[in-house]
């Protein structure tokens, strides 16, 4: 079972059926990171070069034959050089500026059609404006979510010059401490053990054989 198993209680996420109200319990203070202010940015790269590194396996043999490409799911993209100034006749604005790291990963075939993956990083300047809150004794920062998707590459060593598609959301962030309300703790149902099923229909088989006699019900 699951959130999402169909068996529905009012412990459980989802959505809500009738008065909202309902099931209230109480106000609580959660530690979370509040978001101020984000923006969507999509970008078509082109002609981009990109220094592959972390061979797997290592010491490929050259040359090298891009199969695919994408975002990294164990590295997290990162801003550096970032710049932050405020408007003067809009101080709650400021313009950002920032380099956005996208790390990328490239499936490849090597001379001995032996197929591995590297990785690299896609640089990206930005200047976008964003609402800033005031200073306070916990500091905000600008953190980035990114994801890409490579749809050529062409190798020369283990440099690859690739085409794609990058798509950034860049944040204000806080950690912070929010009264909400709240309907109690989540009710976690028991999980749904993956099987295969090779064995259905076996383990329900009566140990020894029967000598009963297999009765037709439709028979009159």
């Known amino acids: 079972m699951s959130f999402f198993s169909g068996i529905r209680t009012e412990q459980i996420p989802g959505p809500i059926v009738g008065n909202p109200l ?7 203070c959660i530690q979370v990171k509040k978001v101020f202010d984000a923006c969507l940015k999509q970008q078509q ?13 290592a010491n490929p043999a050259l040359p090298l034959t891009f199969v695919s490409g994408q975002s990294s799911t164990t590295i997290e993209p990162t801003l550096t050089d970032v710049t932050i100034t405020r408007f003067e006749d809009r101080p709650n604005f ?10 990328i ?6 001379a ?17 404006v964003l609402f800033l809150p005031q200073a306070s004794i916990v500091p905000f920062r600008v ?33 912070t401490e929010l009264l909400v309300p709240s309907y109690g703790y989540c009710h976690i149902p028991q999980c749904q053990e993956f099987s295969t099923n090779v064995c259905q229909g076996f383990f329900e ?3 020894f054989p029967s000598n009963n006699p297999i009765v037709n019900v439709n028979e009159n």
């Open 22 to 28: 309902r099931g209230l319990c109480e106000k609580v």
């Open 45 to 57: 790269i082109t002609n981009t070069q990109i220094q592959l590194e972390n061979f797997v396996p």
């Open 94 to 103: 400021a313009h950002i500026s920032a380099i956005a790291n996208v790390p």
């Open 105 to 110: 990963e490239i499936v490849y075939t090597d």
């Open 112 to 128: 001995n059609n032996v197929q591995g993956v590297a990785t690299g990083t896609v640089s990206l300047p930005q200047d976008v």
């Open 143 to 175: 953190e980035v979510v990114a994801s890409a998707i490579i749809a050529q590459g062409v190798f020369d060593g283990t440099i690859i010059t690739v085409d794609g598609c990058v798509m950034l959301i860049i944040k204000i962030v806080a950690e």
């Open 205 to 207: 088989m009566p140990l």
